[in-house]
Structure formats: structure tokens, C-alpha cells
């Protein structure tokens, strides 16, 4: 079975760009998560979609942070524009339980804000 | 709100040393914890959990109780090996009283294991 997928594996630009990141799923799992690990940190969880909707966004800071999840199985975080405090990984992760109890990471993108 | 809170590390044994981790919680409902690993350039696997008190999680060597009593879910192994070099994470998944849980994970900071042979 093939796992969580995430691309790019690194990025590296500079303050005020704009970023993107991709996920695909574990097929079949409903429910996708984006994680942001800053160093040192635990991944604190930004956006929670089951299938296409969103089911959890507080922690998403909306006014530079969007993500989406049109067809309900892969999904796109943007960062638009960047600050520096946004280096860190991002880390999505899916579960097939609508309960979400088992979560599997995918190996995540580090972001370098310069 | 939840939280989670590891002792802080990093944490340097021999091989065949014994470990513990120790992981404490906060949490307003009936929540699951969970141990997940993070080995060098890998994404977080999991490696135990336990979904209610006083259950027993267990894998690969790795036992962790469910303590509601001490809000604790403290990780153990009798004896490591060089290849559980990594960093773990203690975390867990809040439920409603009555409802099903939306999965979200609170993380604690994560305890950096490194094990010499």
C-alpha cells in the first residue's frame, strides 16, 4: 500500500514569496490533515478536511495560509505571501477512520524562509 | 484547552540501557494517546496507542499504560538498541462525550533518543 505523498520534499525562497504544497492520500482515506513542525516542536495541526469540506481551520492563519481539497483526495496548502516565521515542515497526513484515531504521515516539505 | 507535555531532552543512552520517556496530558473529554516516531529524514509512524484507562499499548518493544489516575502515558523499553535512535512524540486525539472524535492530534514537543552502541 502506498503511503502519504508530499512534494516537494524542500523549498527554499524568500520573504514575501509565495509557496505550494501538495499532498495525496492513502487511497480510500477520507479525512486529510496539514501539520506545521516547527523546530524544536510538535506538528500542530492547521487544517483538517473530511473528504472535500473543511471540518477544522482555527489554527490557520487565513490571512496568508489557504488550502484545498477539490476532488476530496489530494490537496494543495498555499502560503501567500511568506514571513519568516513560517520556515518549518509541513506535514500531511491521512486517516481511513472518520474518527481519525489512526493518522499516517507523509515524510513532509521543509520550508526555508529567507 | 488539550496539551501535551514530554520530558525535555535529548536523552543519550548505552545500548541495552532502559528507557522512559515520561508524558503527562491535559485534556477536557475522554481522549486517546498515541507514541509516534520520527526516525532521521522519515515521516511520523506510529508506534503505540491506547484508547482508554489503564489499557496497554505495545509495540516493537515499546510499552506505554494509560494512566487517568496521573493524567500520564509514560513510554518504556527495557532495552534499546541502536536503531531506536530517533525522536518521539507523545500526542493525543480528544473525544466529545457521546460523539465521535474529529482525530485531531495535539503533539507535545517531541524527546530527541540518540542510543550508542
Known amino acids: 500500500e502506498a503511503g502519504v505523498a508530499q512534494s516537494p520534499r524542500y523549498k527554499i525562497i524568500e520573504k514575501r514569496q509565495s509557496v505550494a504544497f501538495w499532498c495525496n492520500p492513502i487511497?480510500?482515506?477520507?479525512?486529510l490533515y496539514w501539520y506545521q513542525q516547527i523546530l524544536g516542536q510538535g506538528p500542530k495541526l492547521l487544517i483538517q478536511?473530511?473528504?472535500?469540506?473543511?471540518?477544522?481551520d482555527s489554527q490557520l492563519p487565513k490571512d496568508r495560509f489557504s488550502a484545498e481539497r477539490l476532488k476530496g483526495v489530494d490537496s494543495t496548502l498555499k502560503i501567500q505571501p511568506a514571513k519568516l516565521e513560517d520556515s518549518a515542515v509541513y506535514l500531511c497526513?491521512?486517516?481511513?477512520?472518520?474518527?481519525?484515531?489512526?493518522?499516517?504521515f507523509g515524510a513532509g516539505t521543509r520550508l526555508s524562509v529567507l | 484547552g488539550d496539551s501535551v507535555t514530554q520530558m525535555e531532552g535529548p536523552v543519550t543512552l548505552s545500548e541495552e540501557a532502559f528507557l522512559t520517556i515520561n508524558c503527562t496530558y491535559t485534556?477536557?473529554?475522554?481522549?486517546?494517546l498515541f507514541w509516534y516516531v520520527q526516525y532521521p529524514g522519515e515521516g511520523l509512524q506510529l508506534l503505540l496507542k491506547?484508547?482508554?484507562?489503564?489499557d496497554k499499548g505495545s509495540n516493537k518493544g515499546f510499552e506505554a499504560t494509560y494512566r487517568k489516575e496521573t493524567t500520564s502515558f509514560h513510554l518504556e523499553k527495557g532495552s534499546v538498541q541502536v536503531s531506536d535512535s530517533a525522536v518521539y512524540f507523545c500526542?493525543?486525539?480528544?473525544?466529545?462525550?457521546?460523539?465521535?472524535?474529529?482525530?485531531?492530534?495535539?503533539f507535545g514537543q517531541g524527546t530527541i533518543l540518540t542510543v550508542h552502541p
Open positions: 487511497s480510500g482515506h477520507a479525512t
Open positions: 491506547a484508547t482508554k484507562a489503564d
Open positions: 485534556a477536557t473529554g475522554y481522549p486517546s
Open positions: 497526513a491521512s486517516s481511513l477512520d472518520p474518527s481519525g484515531n489512526i493518522q499516517y
Open positions: 478536511f473530511q473528504n472535500n469540506g473543511v471540518v477544522d
Open positions: 500526542a493525543l486525539s480528544d473525544r466529545i462525550a457521546g460523539g465521535t472524535s474529529y482525530g485531531k492530534l495535539t
